[in-house]
């Protein structure tokens, strides 16, 4: 089955220290990879997107993700974090069906802690 | 952040009674989403809409109904619904449902709380 994994459910970190959200998948092809946040009551913002290219992407708000096929992984990474990033974050693939439609697969989210 | 708006933001609502949830997309996109998020789960995606056309229902019980009137718009109505329903649920919109429209833009959700 196919399948977004975020294996951890929380993740701390010290105000100005590097970050990394990690997520693992499990598609058959190609897959798009993202990441999105969710402050509170809020809905889920978009941070960035793999689809080709360069494996490192750079999105909003200072983060950047390395898409790694071998180990079927595409983690989150900042190189300085700040109070105002913890939020709680999701992973998400895109996938091709037969039908010539997408289906979109979400892991379970990580809860980023900065600690001032 | 006024994208993708959604009414009402929180709905506390007995499992006899009938309510609606409602999306509205500010964006111009052609495709439209209900997901369901509940703690320690993945999203689930309900339903979906490419063009005001119903082109995925996972599954959803028929006690959640959706509605798509024109492709700034999208309804959940709700009736008879189980305290196992209580969640967040969150609309999403996209350019299109294929091709490389694939950036989903979501709504800041509705709390449901079902009693």
């Known amino acids: 089955a196919q399948s977004v994994a975020q294996p951890e459910d929380q993740v701390n970190v010290a105000e100005g220290n590097p970050l990394t959200v990690k997520c693992t998948y499990s598609v058959s092809g190609n897959p798009y990879l993202f990441w999105y946040v969710q402050y509170p009551n809020r809905g889920l913002q978009f941070l960035l997107k793999?689809?080709?290219?360069?494996?490192l992407v750079k999105g909003s708000y200072g983060f950047e993700a390395e898409f790694n096929k071998s180990q079927t992984s595409f983690h989150l990474k900042k190189p300085s974090a700040l109070v105002s990033d913890s939020a709680l974050y999701f992973c998400?693939?895109?996938?091709?069906?037969?039908?010539?439609?997408?289906?979109?697969?979400f892991g379970t989210g990580t809860r980023l802690k900065v600690l001032a | 952040e006024t994208g993708v708006t959604q009414t009402p933001r929180h709905l506390v609502m007995g499992m006899t009674n009938k309510k609606s949830l409602k999306c509205e997309q500010h964006?111009?996109?052609?495709?439209m989403y209900w997901y369901k998020q509940s703690a320690k789960k993945p999203l689930e995606l309900m339903f979906v809409?490419?063009?005001?056309?119903?082109?995925e229902n996972n599954s959803v019980p028929s006690r959640f109904s959706p509605e798509c009137p024109n492709s700034s718009h999208l309804f959940l109505h709700l009736h008879t619904l189980q305290p196992e329903d209580s969640a967040l649920y969150l609309c999403?919109?996209?350019?299109?449902?294929?091709?490389?429209?694939?950036?989903?833009?979501f709504g800041p959700g509705t709390r449901l709380l079902v009693l």
């Open positions: 998400a693939v895109r996938v091709s069906r037969l039908s010539g439609t997408y289906k979109y697969i």
């Open positions: 964006l111009g996109h052609n495709a």
């Open positions: 793999y689809i080709t290219g360069d494996n």
């Open positions: 999403a919109s996209s350019q299109g449902a294929s091709g490389r429209q694939e950036t989903q833009y």
């Open positions: 809409y490419n063009f005001k056309e119903q082109t």
